[in-house]
């Protein structure tokens, strides 16, 4: 787990750059300049939805503080909501919510439904970052803020690897 490291992962911030337009089993031109203005109409919810979701994450990892440990549905809870997170980052330009999030959902996988104390700080970690993502509106690789966070990441992840 904690041998890969973090990656930074580039997702294509465009529909057309995710999808072949034209020829066979291809996206309508038009069609995709539709979803394409949703998307970018959506952009200014993103942030109140993040802003929730957040809030969200950070009372179910107060869950997890609470009870000392975790159980599988409290991890479970957990997940879903990184999940989400990670899901809709990079649509919106917030790339590091997306790592973070696709970070916080691998290291509760191999968790395999067991988290000790230090893994519940672990997780209280990535849902601190992601708030600072947003607090800060780091958008795409954050520049050097986004650069520091990272390495706090993965020197939290190489620590925990460590011990």
Excluded at 1 to 14: E, W
């Amino acid at each position: 787990m904690a041998d890969d490291g973090p990656k930074l992962i580039r997702p294509p911030q465009t529909l057309n750059q995710k999808v072949t337009v034209g020829g066979e089993g291809a996206v309508d031109a038009a069609a995709l300049e539709r979803a394409e203005k949703v998307i970018a109409d959506l952009a200014d919810s993103y942030v109140d939805w993040a802003v929730e979701d957040i809030g969200k994450l950070m009372a179910a990892c107060a869950t997890l503080k609470e009870e000392g440990g975790a159980t599988s549905e409290n991890l479970d809870a957990v997940f879903q909501l990184a999940h989400d997170i990670k899901g809709q980052g990079g649509s919106f330009g917030y790339d590091l919510m997306t790592i973070v999030g696709n970070q916080l959902c691998r290291y509760i996988e191999a968790l395999e439904g067991k988290a000790e104390k230090t893994d519940v700080e672990v997780i209280f970690l990535h849902a601190h970052t992601m708030q600072v993502i947003m607090s800060q509106d780091l958008k795409g690789d954050g520049g050097q803020a986004g650069e520091q966070l990272m390495a706090g990441l993965e020197a939290v992840f190489d620590k925990r690897a460590n011990t």
